[in-house]
């Protein structure tokens, strides 16, 4: 099916990381920067260039496309989703792609800071990349294959799907999202513009992977009032809420119950954001488990370490506010196992072996499954995402695309 087919993934994400699409976690515009818009623009007009007529991008800088049915069946509709904006935790502003080719499993040496160094030994997932194009960028930014890879891929399935009208597969919806790095990526998603009965997220790491749950996600921000005076003056009548703030960050664990202890299923509460002066100071939090049940015994911890602190200052005070963020999307899918099913066949028919995966983090797939698209996260190819070292391999994406292939033709054949 794909044996005279030429690619186009590699080609489009070459192009598209070099869009600054950087998100701000400290903007409250919707997105959270404008410049997301420039992708959004352009795939929306790639997309019209291919014969897909309803393909647009919206005031919040969203994209939606819909590729037509090619068969009788009336097959669910399936949506394939991916973010354009890339983490604030490494810049994204003049990203220079390098493509290495026939990689032999030496150390690359990123060009523009030497202490940039890709190494097998540091990315062991290279191991299988012998022979294989492997992208990085040029040393002072990060990749962006977070998510373009997933973006490009799904471009170059649309290209695929409307240049082979015989692949037999039903309606297929395209999301494209901003601000899913700051948490905001369904924040003003149409659900019923969209209109798709199930959906998979393109956002995940080594070939094969396929991610069905998500940790359970709560925010916590900590405002704590202290007692201000001047400082001259102030024996016996100041309390420093930042001192105050030192002392309960200080009590959190280090040997557990924070990320740099804990991998696997067990979750953590970590402090994210500490700003203020004397008199009020806020800590924000993030508080992480797979069970949901187990944010509320967290959030009780967290409030009685807050409470030991504040008894020994009795006219200072505290405001502690919990705000839900996603949920462990396993508890939707769990409802509706074919969609996991028919991605794990669809991995199978791409000559890959479905390596099942749980994600210590969370994805526009979390809200979508709670916003009535049961979604699951399939692999983009994604290497050493949100860093300087990121990286990908041209063969890891032209496989995705080939899966997404297989996936909606699944979808067809198994409609009765």
Known sequence: MFK????????????YVQIDTQSDPQSNTYPTTEKQKDL????????????????????????????????????PVICFCAHMDTAPD???????????????????????????VLRMSEYPYLQTQIGNDIITASGTTLLGSDDKAGVAEIMDL?????????????????LFTPDEEVGKGTAKVDMKKLAA?????????????????????DGVQVVI?????????????????????????????KDRLS??????????????????????????????DFETAGLAKKEDYLRTQIEERMRTYPKASFEFTVTEQYRN?????????????????????TGLTPKMESIRGGTDGSRLSFMGLPCPNLFAGEQGIHSKLEHISVQDMEKAVQMMAHLVMVWEEKTV
């Not at 007529?53 to 009336?74: F, L, Q």
């Not at 990320?259 to 992480?288: Q, W, Y």
Request: include cysteine.
């Open 225 to 253: 009032h202290g007692v201000i005076s001047h400082p001259g003056y102030a024996k016996g009548k100041m309390i420093n809420a930042m001192k105050i703030a030192g002392e309960i960050l200080a009590a959190l664990p």
């Open 259 to 288: 990320p740099e202890s804990t991998d696997g299923k067990r979750g953590f509460i970590h402090p994210v954001r500490v700003e203020g002066i004397a008199e009020k100071c806020t800590i924000d939090f993030i508080i992480r």
């Open 90 to 116: 490494c810049s994204g502003t003049g990203v220079k792609p390098i493509v290495h080719t026939n990689y032999q499993g030496q150390d690359i040496v990123l060009p523009d800071d030497a202490a940039q």
């Open 158 to 174: 649309a290209n695929f799907l409307v240049t082979h009208k015989d692949v037999k597969h039903g309606e297929i919806k395209i």
């Open 197 to 217: 009965d199930f959906g998979y997220t393109l956002d995940s790491g080594d070939a094969g992977a396929l991610e069905d749950e998500t940790f359970s996600a």
């Open 4 to 15: 005279d087919y030429k690619f186009t993934v590699s080609e489009r994400f070459l192009r």
């Open 329 to 349: 999307m396993k508890e939707v899918l769990d409802l509706h196992p074919q969609v996991v099913e028919y991605a794990k066949e669809a991995i199978t028919r």
């Open 40 to 75: 959004g623009r352009l795939l929306a007009e790639e997309l019209q260039a291919m014969g897909i007529s309803d393909a647009h991008m919206d005031e919040w800088g969203y994209v939606y496309a819909t590729i037509p049915s090619t068969t009788d069946k009336k097959v």
